[in-house]
């Protein structure tokens, strides 16, 4: 039961990473056409930086509902955070991971929209949880089986959100 306990508020927890990671894909889709993050820039390998995937408006969407989120829970749900640079790190930790991920699938010649199975599920959260966590270290309610469990739920919703903004044609392939 504790650790059932210990899930939902993880869950809590890592929401404004979820939601600075699923922004974009909303804000786009009726924003049209953004600005590459990345200015078209190639590298050496002849590869785009982080290709049309990342843009300036979908970082900034997403940073901004992630950390409105952040004060929100913060400001309503004492004893979740340490902090408000706590959960103010988990969603730029999730745009950083990200936009890591997109840069790691370039230099791999995953092309945009190419699946890279862990990393686009997971490196969001595991980038947004190491940011959070280098001020104050893992929170203790934080147990081993939870924080798996954590990752089991997180790859779980990537999938099937993914799946509903493909059936919403809010994205252009299910995963």
């Known amino acids: 039961m504790l650790t059932m306990?210990?899930?939902l508020v993880a869950v809590i927890y890592v929401l404004p990473a979820y939601i600075a990671?699923?922004?974009p894909v909303v804000?786009?889709?009726f924003a049209g056409r953004g600005h590459p993050l990345d200015m078209?820039?190639?590298m050496r390998d002849g590869r785009r930086l982080l290709g049309d995937g990342k843009t300036v408006e979908g970082l900034v969407s997403g940073l901004s509902a992630g950390l409105a989120a952040a004060v929100l829970l913060y400001t309503f749900l004492p004893g979740v955070y340490r902090g408000i640079l706590e959960?103010?790190?988990?969603?730029i930790g999730a745009m950083?991971?990200?936009?890591?991920?997109?840069?790691?699938k370039r230099r791999l010649g995953i092309e945009r929209?190419?699946?890279a199975p862990v990393l686009d599920?997971?490196?969001f959260l595991l980038m947004a949880l190491l940011l959070a966590w280098l001020p104050y270290g893992p929170p203790g309610w934080l147990d081993p089986l939870a924080f798996l469990l954590l990752l089991l739920v997180t790859a779980l919703l990537h999938v099937s959100t993914n799946v509903l903004a493909y059936l919403a044609g809010l994205k252009e392939k299910w995963y």
């Open 27 to 29: 804000v786009l889709r």
């Open 5 to 7: 306990l210990s899930l």
């Open 40 to 42: 078209r820039m190639v």
């Open 113 to 115: 929209g190419g699946s």
């Open 121 to 123: 599920q997971l490196g």
């Open 96 to 104: 950083a991971g990200d936009i890591l991920g997109s840069f790691l």
């Open 21 to 23: 990671n699923g922004t």
């Open 87 to 91: 959960c103010g790190l988990m969603p």
